[in-house]
């Protein structure tokens, strides 16, 4: 039986571990170097799922008043539908209602049907679009916000 996932704060050894994640998912992945000094900023919100030493996924986001960004999730492509991005929103929706946060958005390729699928799944809306905002191919932007963040519903399983 495999381990199960945990998730906790990302630490500096964890950083090769997300941008080998982040190169193989994104097409204008953040380098290590901007993650070193994105999680060193105090508003800044992250964390990353583990299972054996291996990062599985990871999410980084910030809050400046009440208001959040989700800049990254991402879970390795050999990972997915064990529920770990799910987890992953899941832990970030709880932070930003710890800290008293009532919105929080995010962008996403229009194409990426999964995510939006996750996003949806958990109370975000579509708030906006932004034509071509992406390069690597070229691509819109949905904006996407949900308001009011509940403490997150615990108990699905991270993992197998
Ligand atoms: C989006 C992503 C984080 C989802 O991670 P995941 O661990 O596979 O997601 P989960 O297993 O937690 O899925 C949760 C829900 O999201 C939706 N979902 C996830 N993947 C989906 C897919 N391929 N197709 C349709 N719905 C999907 C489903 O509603 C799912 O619930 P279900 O499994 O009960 O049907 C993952 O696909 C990923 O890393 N993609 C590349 C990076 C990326 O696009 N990040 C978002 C940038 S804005």
Same mark, same amino acid.
């Given at each position: ?5 945990? /998730? ?6 964890? /950083? #090769? =571990?997300?941008?080998?994640?982040? %190169?193989?998912?994104?097409?204008? $992945? ?11 900023? #105090? *508003? ?13 996924? @990871? ?13 990254? /999730?991402?879970?390795?492509? =050999?990972?997915? %539908?064990? +529920? *770990? ?5 899941? *832990?970030?929706?709880?932070?930003? &209602?710890? %800290? =008293?946060?009532?919105?929080? *958005?995010?962008?996403?390729?229009? =194409?990426?049907? &999964?995510?939006?699928? /996750? ?8 708030? +906006?679009?932004? $034509?071509? @905002?992406?390069q690597s191919p070229e691509e819109d932007a949905l904006i996407m916000r949900r308001a009011?963040? &509940? ?10």
């Open positions: 039986m495999r381990a199960r996932a945990r /998730l906790r704060a990302v630490e500096a050894r964890d /950083l #090769p =571990g997300i941008v080998r994640i982040e %190169r193989a998912v994104f097409g204008d $992945p953040w380098s290590e170097a901007s993650f070193r000094s994105m999680l060193a900023q #105090p *508003h800044v919100l992250s964390a990353v799922l583990e299972r054996e030493g291996a990062v599985c996924g @990871y999410y980084v986001a910030w809050m400046v008043a009440d208001e959040a960004e989700l800049a990254n /999730l991402a879970v390795a492509p =050999g990972e997915r %539908r064990r +529920g *770990h991005g799910a987890a992953l929103l899941d *832990h970030l929706l709880a932070e930003v &209602a710890a %800290r =008293g946060g009532a919105t929080i *958005h995010l962008e996403v390729r229009a =194409g990426n049907a &999964a995510a939006i699928a /996750l996003y949806r799944s958990r109370g975000f809306e579509e708030s +906006g679009r932004r $034509p071509a @905002y992406y009011r963040p &509940a403490l997150a519903e615990r108990g699905r399983p991270e993992a197998e």
